[in-house]
Every structure is written in structure tokens, then in C-alpha cells.
């Protein structure tokens, strides 16, 4: 008999099979517990159930918990991790620290954030990611981001003694297209009855799937969104990202219109300067009209590069001319520093590579 993956059962269902199988139904509440707040790797660790409850689950169901593959430790004190799932495949995760005192990677923390995939590999082609150049072989379920998390909160414990503080979904794959497992592990991260942490420290960033950030808005969520823009007009947008062809710059403004509407959420527009090719005072005015749309704010990406690709990062000078058009106009701007570049463990550069 081939064993289930109990986390695959919701509460109500594991309810019902226990009493299918003689067991109490209040049993499934400290079963789901064992997994989802306290993150059981085996039911051996379930010491408030009985033996003869433990051997039954055992009997017929399995956890499929991800294991650390491979761990490297960046010059600045990023952790990049390559999580073996149980099928064999690799995905990669990313602790980010913020240092109060330095860069590199003793000194005490005030924010610690997790960078997860929500797929092995990607199946949009954005030119610029080293993932978008890996096939897409399957989703992620809800349990494998969810233990992404757990792996990453206890590295931080471990290494800086400070507990996971933010979650970006934004490492390999993209999250709306895996969209009922990703909100379920969100589900999973913030219940009371899970780790317990705020949505609002939680990003979920898209390449740009108009249809899906409708349902978000549809679907109430109160975590963040982040749209992966790097062009405010549709032929440059084309050109490195494929995907802006069937989901135009206008649908996806009449999209986050419907989502900030129906949430009340600042969106975050995440832009990477090209030399020589969105880095222009008038690619900042095409930014500054479409990101009127909505309340919104602009983190202008350090481009990390890849071997794939031939794109370079702007020169320092046109980053604070774009920067400070934009700052002109009463924008919100953020010039973000990359963090891990070294591990291949920046934005973009994620690939399980070994």
C-alpha cells in the first residue's frame, strides 16, 4: 500500500479518517499541531498521541519533509540553501540579513528575511533570470514552501540568533501560476494554528499575471505584492519578458487598479536599471505615468549578472539622475544593494547550480 502525504490532508478530512479507523476526532486537531506549529518531521515526535495512534499513521501515511542539500554562507552573511524535495528535485532558498553593525555577517540583526520558490524551475523566460532559463518540471506544494520557511527561520536562530522577521516569494518560479499552493502555504505561515506570522511581512512578487492579480484582489489576501516591471512600455517589456505579450502593461494597470481597490494595498514595483536600455530620464517618465495608477513605491534592482545573459548594470550617475526624477515627481524610491552576489544567490540568479 502506497503511504499519503498527511499533509495533503486538511483537518476536517484527517478528522474523518480517523474515525473511519477508530481513532477520536480531536485527535486530528493535535495532529495537525504536530505539523503545522511545531513542523514534526515524524509521527514518532507526537508524544501526546498514543503509540497505537502513531503506528496507525505510520501505517498509512508518510511526511515528505525537504531536506538541506547544500548550504553556502556569501562574503556578507546571506545563506543560500539547495532544498532536496522527496522526488529528488532541487529547488534553492535565501536567508537575507540586515546587519545594525557591519557586512559581514556577526553582528546583531534587526531583520531577517526568507527568499522562497514556489516552483522547480520557471516556465516564463524572462531574460535576465538565470531561472527563467530552467524548464519548469512541476509546483511546489503547499508543505515544501512551508518547510523552506521553517529551514530558513532556524538558520537564522542558528547563525544570528534572531527568528525569521519577512518572507518574499521571490525566489525560483512564479508564485501566480502556482496560485492555490502558494496562498495555502501563506495560509500555513500566518495561521494561529501554523508559525503565527503577520501576512504583512509577507511579498509575493509576479512577473505579471493580470487574470491571477485579479483573483488576489477577488480573494482578500492582506499580504504584500510586488510587480517585476524593468519597463514602463510594452516594446521594451517584450523584448525581456515574454510574458508582457499576452499580459500588457494595460491589463496589468487595470489589474492592480482592481487589486488596490479591493485590498487598499501599496503595490511595490520593482525595477532593474540596463545600461544602455531602461535607463533613461524618459524610461523614468514612462515609470513615473504608469505607477500613478496606484499607491505604490519604486525599488530600483541592482542587476546581478548571469551567465546567460549579456545585460549590465547602469553606471552610478544615471541611477541617481532616474532615481532622482522619480524622487522629484514625490515617488517613493529604494535603491536596493544586492545581497550574495558571490553564492549566485542575488536576485535573478538562482539555479541550482552546484
Not at 87 to 101: K, M
Not at 185 to 197: E, F, K, N, W
Request: with cysteine; aromatic share 8%.
Amino acid at each position: 500500500m502506497e503511504k499519503q502525504d498527511i499533509r495533503k490532508y486538511s483537518a476536517v478530512q484527517l478528522k474523518d479518517w480517523l474515525g473511519q479507523h477508530g481513532e477520536q476526532g480531536f485527535r486530528a486537531k493535535q495532529i495537525h499541531e504536530w505539523l503545522w506549529k511545531k513542523s514534526a518531521l515524524s509521527f514518532e515526535q507526537m508524544t501526546n498521541l498514543s503509540l497505537s495512534t502513531r503506528e496507525l499513521l505510520n501505517a498509512h501515511f508518510e511526511i515528505r519533509p525537504l531536506t538541506v542539500d547544500q548550504q553556502q554562507r556569501s562574503n556578507d552573511g546571506t545563506i543560500k540553501s539547495s532544498f532536496r524535495l522527496f522526488d529528488g528535485n532541487l529547488v534553492e532558498g535565501v536567508l537575507i540579513p540586515a546587519l545594525r553593525n557591519d557586512d559581514r555577517g556577526d553582528g546583531p540583526s534587526d531583520r531577517m528575511t526568507a527568499c522562497v520558490s514556489s516552483q522547480v524551475g520557471c516556465s516564463l523566460t524572462c531574460k535576465f533570470c538565470a531561472t527563467g532559463y530552467m524548464d519548469r518540471k512541476r509546483n511546489l506544494d503547499a508543505a515544501e514552501i512551508y518547510d523552506q520557511v521553517v529551514a530558513i527561520d532556524r538558520q537564522a536562530k542558528e547563525n544570528y540568533n534572531v527568528p525569521l522577521s519577512n518572507i518574499v516569494y521571490m525566489g525560483m518560479g512564479e508564485p501566480l501560476l502556482n496560485y492555490k499552493n502558494v496562498l495555502e502555504s501563506v495560509d500555513r505561515i500566518t495561521s494561529p494554528d501554523g508559525l503565527g506570522m503577520s501576512p504583512k511581512r509577507i511579498t509575493v512578487s509576479t512577473a505579471g499575471i493580470a487574470k491571477m492579480i485579479r483573483q488576489l484582489g477577488d480573494d482578500s489576501v492582506k499580504f504584500n505584492l510586488a510587480l517585476s516591471l524593468h519597463a514602463a512600455n510594452d516594446q521594451k517589456r517584450d523584448q525581456i519578458m515574454p510574458i508582457n505579450e499576452s499580459n500588457t502593461l494595460q491589463a496589468l494597470g487595470d489589474a492592480l487598479g482592481y487589486f488596490y481597490k479591493k485590498t487598499g494595498t501599496r503595490i511595490t514595483f520593482e525595477y532593474i536599471l540596463f545600461y544602455n536600455f531602461n535607463d533613461t530620464l524618459q524610461d523614468a517618465q514612462e515609470l513615473w505615468k504608469f505607477t500613478k495608477r496606484v499607491p505604490a513605491k519604486i525599488n530600483i534592482i541592482e542587476y546581478n549578472p548571469i551567465a546567460e545573459a549579456t545585460f549590465k548594470n547602469t553606471d552610478p550617475q544615471t541611477l541617481d539622475k532616474f532615481a532622482g526624477f522619480l524622487d522629484s515627481k514625490g515617488v517613493t524610491v529604494n535603491v536596493r544593494r544586492s545581497r550574495g552576489k558571490d553564492i549566485d544567490a542575488a536576485c535573478g540568479q538562482l539555479a541550482g547550480k552546484k
